[in-house]
């Protein structure tokens, strides 16, 4: 799950019981006709996937390069 769709308290208690949080990385920019948060979109789908195998939250880091 993604952490900015958890509570503090709920967030709190994950990292204490699994110890780990899955940090993505996505950059803003231009991709000609595809989206300009392609790199985002990719990750964040990734992070999504493992974050469900493994049981631990996520949160993705937009980067923009304008």
């Known amino acids: 799950m993604n952490i900015k769709h958890m509570s503090w308290q709920k967030l709190k208690s994950n990292i204490k019981s699994k110890g780990l949080i899955l940090i993505g990385f996505g950059a803003i920019e231009d991709h000609g006709v595809l989206p300009m948060g392609t790199d985002a979109i990719i990750v964040e789908k990734i992070l999504e996937e ?10 993705i880091v937009d980067i923009s390069f304008f």
């Open 50 to 59: 493992v974050s469900k195998n493994l049981n631990v939250p996520y949160l």
